[in-house]
């Protein structure tokens, strides 16, 4: 085998060189005969018709690489072709080398997606084969072994390498080197001369696989029930859902790994759905403190070279557990026997761009397409799913208390009525005090605010104007220490002017509200000696950022972490004892149905950071409105009553999921043509019983990134097949060419 060029320029233990450069099978010459329906990664209509190859068997979800237009692009083989098209017309579609089809449910899980959003299942498909460069042959990286050959007179570093290589063992050029202590030179001397051979390895090291009995934990009596029904609903191999719901620290972790572990001793593939990147480092690593290694990462941060390997060896099988964001949903398990979905509640899994879905409830198609157990683990369960398990649909385990000596926190109230913080500040006196004697007692405060920046609102005190966003109808934010104001929707961002853009008055624009970085300013008056820290979205500079906050925090080194929703969940500071809300009224004013529920969650969720471990955990919770149910039922940490005040209401008002919501959302830079299309969509909506429609009204961000935006409501009886009826409806609505319909099956942001 002759030396590929360039290869030893490479430090690589293994250098990677294409085996050859052709992709594809070449088409035979022979004519094609069989006709298929492709669909092709692209927002089309449906499939388009092709021919494959002669003896190529014609199989749903065979990858192929098709002709269209000047172009080629992949495709995958739907079903038979169709299409009135002559057949020695059809162009060729040829079968990607050294791939396997997609698993048939996967397919079928597409065809479900875009019923269900109303998408072209062509861009469902592309979520599915995002992996650029997966689909290309791997290419096996290049080592030397040792052949029969010895030249006839050897130096003594020659005689080195060989001594080194009698092992048997393939080495790369340079760890030969290395190795033997000699330069490249020589070793690539003994190549030339026929004593050391190429050997083509695999492009990708085999995965390690996690080990069902590497460090099981002794399990509490509760968390061992538990766990043993999620082992039975894996052991059914039949779609089931179950809802893991336990407090905060009450292990739902350690349990539903004894479901992953039952699911690897019987070969099968585990999914395991995360609402935040931010939170897989810890998670990764108590994963391989459970299981021996790590488990295959999917999300958005990853390199190509990785997503490949992951892509190819979760369709060969050889990828046994995946963690990843949403979008793994559409990775091509090949024996998927167990889905996990871990915050189940968020809102993170609701995709809002693209094709709109909402993971969590995809995930539950997809276990059952694929015959599989779906676990939903939550402290504060979604209404949906607590419903669900109350009507007996779900599996209900519940885990009541927190693991170990660890207790419940306390958690007060505190009325800023008549509790207040002086002018211009925001702790309380209560708070304050509370944050001396945990300081004093060598123990961990955390002080939360879920706003970003050092004040949502800069208004002039000569004029009352208010600084906003030019493309979008929102208020700048304030960030002081970039000496900027910045937009939050679409992040234009400029230096903060010294004078009043309106009436020209200088030194007179003052900051409303606050933000973490004006929180922190006032903490370090009150404290100055205190070690703090500030985590949100535009103080870290991504995950690894966040990660060395958390590290610290839970060594030890700070005393007071000041942070959004970031660091509200999921965290684990067995020293962190008090807890302050700011302000617990915010997010009231949105006014959408889930306001109430997504409150509820937050502050339960912050709440729950503070007495994990040994020493107990306080939490003040400040509002305005302390009579409210939703603090009531935070205080009293009485989840049940505020899940039963909240289903009533929504029982009440028939909304979800005791009806069904689809909202359809205009936009275009042409706010005339916007609103006049709104209008004509509201008087084309065909009168159906048991469907209401509202709208259209301008959205609640009326302009967004320059574009006009108008929304209509569908409200409909739970029976009712809202996708047909949108089908109906506008279908035969043409648009004007600058306006732009989004549909958003079940809506969870109102804006
Ligand atoms: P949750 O996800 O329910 O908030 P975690 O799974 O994070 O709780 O568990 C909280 C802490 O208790 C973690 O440090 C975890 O390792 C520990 N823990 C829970 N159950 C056990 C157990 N059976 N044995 C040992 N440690 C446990
Ligand atoms: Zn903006």
Redesign the pocket.
Known sequence: MSRPAGIDRKESLFESVPMNSVRLKPAPAGIALQRVAVLLPLPLPGPYDYCLPEGVAAQRGLLVEAPLGARTTIGVVWGAGEAEIAQHKLKTAVPLDGLPALPPALCDFVDWVARYTLSPPGSVLALALRARGAFAPESPRLAWRRTSFTPARLSEKRKRVLDVMADGLARSVAAIAEEANVTPAIVRALIAAGALAADALPEFLPLPSPQPDFAP????SE?SAAADALRKAVLERNFSVSLLD?V???????TYFEAVAQALREGRQVLILLPEIALTVQFLERFAARFGCRPAEWHSDMGQKQRKHVYRTVLSGEARVVVGARSALFLPFCDLGLIIVDEEHEQAFKQEEGVIYHARDMAVVRGRISAAAVALVS?TPSLESYVNAEAGRYRWLK?TAR??VARMPKIELVDLRQDRPAPGQWMSPKLITALRTTLTDGEQSLLFLNRRGYAPLTLCERCGHKLTCHQCSAWLVEHRYRRRLVCHHCGVDMPTPKACPQCGEEACLIACGPGVERLAEEFVQHFPQARMAIASSDTMHGPAELQAAISAMGRGEIDVLIGTQMIAKGH?FPNLTLVGVIDADLGSADGDLRVRERTFQLLHQVA?RAG?ATRPGRVLVQTHSPDDDVMRAVAAADRDVFYAQERQLRERTHAPPFGRLAAIILSGVDGEAVRETGKRLARAAPAARGIKIWGPTPAFYQLLRGRTRERLLVQTERAIDVQAYLRQWLEPIKLPASVRLVIDIDPVSFF
């Open positions: 934990p002794s399990l509490r968390q336990g905060t620290g009450s292990g739902k972790t350690e402290a885990l693991h170990g684990h729950g994990r």
